[in-house]
Structure formats: C-alpha cells, structure tokens
C-alpha cells in the first residue's frame, strides 16, 4: 500500500499537465493568440459552468442521460453474460450463434441508427436499443474467453464431489470469469455513454447530448463547452465508481501495489 505522501506527490503529478495546458489555454484566449469567440479562456468556462450548476439546470438532463445509460448498459450486459457462458460452455451454441456473433461484431454500432429509427422511432426504445448493442458484444466476447478459460479439472472436481449443473456454473464458471466478464464491462461503460450521447444528439429529447447540441446550434459558446466539462466529470465519476465495484466483486486479480 503506498503511503499518504506518494498518494499525494502521484495526484500532484497526475494533475501538473492538465493544469499546465488550462493555464496556455487562459492565456492563449485573452492574448488572442487564438480566437475568444470560438475558444474561450476556462475561466470564462468555469464561471458557466458555476452558473449551470448553481441553477440546478444541470440535474435533469445529467439525470436522463444516466438514465438511459443505465438502461441500455444492463440489459446489454445481461444478456452478453448470460449467452456468453452458454457459449463459452456449450460447443454446439458456440458453433451455432458464433457466425452471427462475429457477422454484426465489427458493425460501427452508429451506423445501425437510421434501421433503429425507422424501426423504433425517435425516443427512448431506440436510444436504449443502440446503447444496449454497443455494450453487448465487448461483454459476450470477454464473457466466452473467461469461460474457456477455466480450468477443467476445477469443473471435473466440482462434480466428482456431486455437485450439480447450476452449482458449477454458480460457483465456479462465474467466479473464474468475473474478471474476463469485468474488464469488457469496463470497456462497455465508455462506449455506451458515447452511444447515449450520440442518440440523443439525434433524438433530441433531452439528456446531455441534446443540451450540448442546443447549445452548440445556438452558438453558446460558454455553455457548450461548461456542457462538455459535465459530461467529462460523469465519465470520470463511472469510471472510479466501476473501479470501486471491479475491487471488490475481483479482488483476488487485483494488481498488489507495492
């Protein structure tokens, strides 16, 4: 365990670029080394994004967004799980469902939105339809190889000791795999709050996309980017939150520092 002090001085250092390209940024603007109009200096982008904030104007479509990301994200981790250990278990599912897999796997999920559209429509089915779909396959491919990656005489003992079906699958297929299953749910986070982002860009029935979008059309400069800072500050907010959960539902394939 590192001690408080490295703690720190690796917080320090993780913040001295960031820091560092804000304050070029500041006086780049206000030199007019580069246009105000179109990059304005963070601090003017602060104070925006201090009044978004104390307004409460922030709440709702931080909410929706979250929302629908939620949504898409565990129906599609659900069921990229649930059919991943069966075709990492089953030889003849594999066989059988591994063609389409790999035939709509490398398919820029994006593209499939104007089919979405004129299926589902312009609202919540669809956007929580082309999230759900980003976020399956990294799972159901991480879900397979975590399987198959299990040790078969953990399974053939298992049943020596007469243990049956589910209580294999229970206790041995889903511990073995849950950090193949973890780090393509980890992959699958960032690309479905792309994906929420993109379709309500489309959609434009709220959420934090459509905000940006608003903003943007109106050439609200300050506002766009104050918008852009929310949306960074929730992709770091998931990802500590999901690393958090990772820790303790994996521990035991954590990394020891030393």
């Not at 006086?27 to 580069?34: D, G, Q």
């Not at 779909?133 to 299990?150: D, H, K, S, Y």
């Not at 709220?206 to 506002?223: M, T």
Request: overall charge positive.
């Amino acid at each position: 365990m590192p001690i408080p002090a490295e703690r720190g001085t690796a917080v320090l250092a993780a913040l001295v670029l960031p820091l560092a390209a804000l304050l070029c940024l500041e006086i780049a603007s206000r030199s007019a080394i580069v246009d105000p109009t179109f990059i304005p200096p963070p601090s003017a982008i602060i104070g925006t994004l201090g009044d978004i904030v104390a307004t409460g104007a922030f709440a709702r479509p931080l909410a929706q967004t979250v929302l629908l990301l939620f949504a898409g994200y565990g129906l599609g981790s659900f069921a990229a799980i649930s059919l991943g250990i069966l075709m990492g278990a089953s030889r003849a599912v594999y066989n059988c469902l591994e063609p389409l897999a790999e035939l709509l796997r490398p398919l820029p999920k994006p593209a499939l939105l104007p089919a979405l559209i004129l299926f589902l429509g312009l609202g919540a089915k669809m956007e929580v339809t082309i999230v759900a779909l980003g976020c399956f396959f990294p799972v159901l491919i991480n879900t397979i190889q975590g399987v198959r990656a299990v040790e078969p005489t953990m399974i053939n003992t298992a049943r020596t000791f007469g243990h049956g079906s589910f209580a294999v699958w229970r206790r041995i297929l889903l511990p073995a795999s849950a950090p193949y299953i973890l780090a393509g749910m980890r992959v699958s986070l960032g690309l479905g709050l792309i994906l929420a982002i993109t379709a309500e860009m489309i959609a434009g029935t709220g959420g934090l996309g459509d905000s940006i979008l608003r903003a943007q059309r109106l050439f609200l400069v300050k506002e766009s980017y104050a918008w852009l800072v929310i949306l960074a500050l929730l992709g770091l907010v998931l990802t500590g939150v999901f690393g958090f959960i990772e820790r303790r539902l994996a521990f035991w394939s954590a990394p020891q520092v030393t």
